[in-house]
């Protein structure tokens, strides 16, 4: 969706003012990319600086996640980077030992569970 943005306010620019408009276009869509950028570098550099799979609270971020949700906005939510189980599917552990597993498809979030920890030792 965002590349068609870019290619009509080129055209649109070429349109409307010729050359220039092109330049001013190309200049918009170069300042996006920049922001783009930096706010993946400051998630993961946060994201990095943490132990990987851990989250402050499991059941807290299991209740923010939500469908089609991409996977830099989880990261940003968990505050790390997840600890891998199988294929597309990843994992964050708080401390009391409760865990949050989430599968992701083209890198957007497609389900999520929250296994807790009396539960994932099998006791009722």
């Known amino acids: 969706m965002s590349a068609g943005l870019a290619l009509l306010a080129l055209v649109l620019g070429g349109v ?12 918009g869509v ?3 990319l920049l922001l783009q950028m ?26 923010q996640l939500h469908a089609g949700m991409k996977l830099v906005d989880l990261i940003s939510l968990a505050g790390s980077l997840g600890s891998k189980q199988a294929p597309e599917t990843f994992a964050w552990r708080d401390a009391g030992g ?3 597993e989430v599968v992701l498809r083209k890198g957007r979030l497609a389900e ?10 099998g006791s009722p």
């Not at 409307?16 to 200049?27: H, K, P, R, Y």
């Not at 570098?41 to 209740?63: E, I, N």
């Open 16 to 27: 409307l003012l010729g050359w220039q408009g092109v330049i001013f276009a190309m200049a």
């Open 38 to 63: 930096r706010q993946l570098m400051r998630v993961m550099k946060l994201a990095g600086a943490a132990p990987p799979g851990s989250v402050a609270s499991a059941a807290t971020l299991a209740s």
């Open 98 to 100: 409760d865990a949050v």
């Open 112 to 121: 999520w569970r929250l296994l807790r920890a009396g539960e994932a030792a």
């Open 30 to 32: 170069v300042v996006w």
